[in-house]
């Protein structure tokens, strides 16, 4: 896959689609926005966020529904989860200034994920359905 994501724990995975295609200044800035995850906790917060939700929409709707109740929370965190990765993004430009990458490595990053979006069919989902920004947004503010 085209992807890497920071888990919980802090471990950050890079995996094999990503590494072969992006340059090694590339793999440096996507280090940093993934950095970002790690420094502000967002995988183990995440994880809180989502049992108080999921907590919170089952008092709120009983036993009516354990679907409806879930469907609600999982709808809210994608909003959080959105809100992190700007986060991410603020901390790896931060981080790609400091190790002194080339200006425009970011923006080269998010052309590629646009290229790699409409490769695999992945654009057009509605961002309220979405985990992450549009990345003509990200592409925007990497600019």
């Known amino acids: 896959g085209f992807n890497a994501f920071a888990m919980p724990n802090?471990?950050?995975v890079l995996l094999d689609g990503l590494t072969d295609t992006l340059s090694d200044d590339e793999i440096m800035a996507?280090?940093?926005h993934e950095l970002g995850h790690v420094v502000h906790r967002h995988g183990m917060k995440g994880v809180m966020r989502s049992a108080g939700l999921l907590t919170v929409a089952s008092v709120v709707f009983g036993d009516f529904s354990s679907v409806v109740a879930s469907s609600v929370a999982s709808l809210q965190t994608f909003r959080y989860s959105r809100a992190d990765e700007r986060e991410a993004d603020t901390f790896g430009r931060r981080f790609s200034d400091a190790a002194k990458l080339p200006?425009?490595?970011e923006a080269k990053v998010w052309r590629k994920f646009q290229k790699?979006?409409?490769?695999s069919g992945g654009q057009g989902i509605p961002e309220w359905?979405?985990?992450?920004?549009?990345t003509e947004e990200r592409l925007k503010d990497a600019r």
């Open 116 to 119: 790699e979006e409409k490769r």
């Open 129 to 134: 359905l979405s985990t992450h920004p549009p």
């Open 10 to 12: 802090g471990t950050i």
């Open 103 to 105: 200006a425009g490595t």
């Open 30 to 32: 996507v280090l940093g």
